[in-house]
């Protein structure tokens, strides 16, 4: 095994459970999507922001269409020598529809290391993505122990992102704007167990990341002179987010979505407010922050 030190790249297999026949969880209505597709958009959506944002990550995953590995073939694939940790992504489901919020599984608490990524993922739920958070939960806990979690041999998560059958939460995990915020928050746990487990590796963002903002709507024609101004980013998506939810309204401003032209995955950008003054953003920011987007930030747009 390679000690830590020498370590140069962290290889991540990113699990959507389930798939082909086996749709897992069923949603209570005929309108949400069954658990396996789900977990596959998370899933994809998590290995994005990671090998987008950081450097020195390999991900690969245990599917990426509607196949079906075997739990065997999956254990087997993380324990084939090629992989540091896995991610297995999933969506709960109960008889009682009353039950929602999140939990991530562990083996026991013995496993030190998937203990301490599973509590960081749970607080990035709780804490900044206002999600109900039921813990980190062992096999002892839930009275059975789950294959995946007993037979990997690296650290092993299982994500159980939100309640398939309660009417709330089955309608947050098929929004688009419900997965791009789940999915930000097990990268932003996954980034954080990173960095204080693998110190010697670097994980800054690869150089062009943030690429040039060009607001179609700033789009110069000749005759029409363009403004510079200040604005808050509320967020950024892979794929465009509706903006007549009731998150985006809470805030209680139009929210301008602009299709940026970028080689980055995220195309687009949701932006709340213009300002001749950073300071005057910078009110608003606070204000948007405390309603729901604790990472809005201000940038000036040319
Ligand atoms: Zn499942």
Redesign the pocket.
Known sequence: MTVLAEKTQVSILVDA??GGKDP??LPHNSSGLQ??VL?LEIAMKVGNYLTTYLSNVNIEYTRVDDSYPTLDQRVDQANSGQFDLMLSI????SPRSEVYGTETLIHNYDSKQSFSWAKLIEQQFKKRAGRKSRGVKTSADLGHSLQILKFTKIPTV?V?CGFITNINEAAYLNSIYGQEIIASAIFRATREYLQSTYKSIDFSPPPAVEPTLEPESAVSSEEEEVESYYTVQIMASIDPVNLDIPQFKKLDKPVNRVEVETTSLYKYKYYVGSFASKKEAKTLQKEIQENGFADAFVTYIK
């Open positions: 459970g389930h897992g969880h658990e396996k977990a999933h969506i709960n489901g299982i159980e």
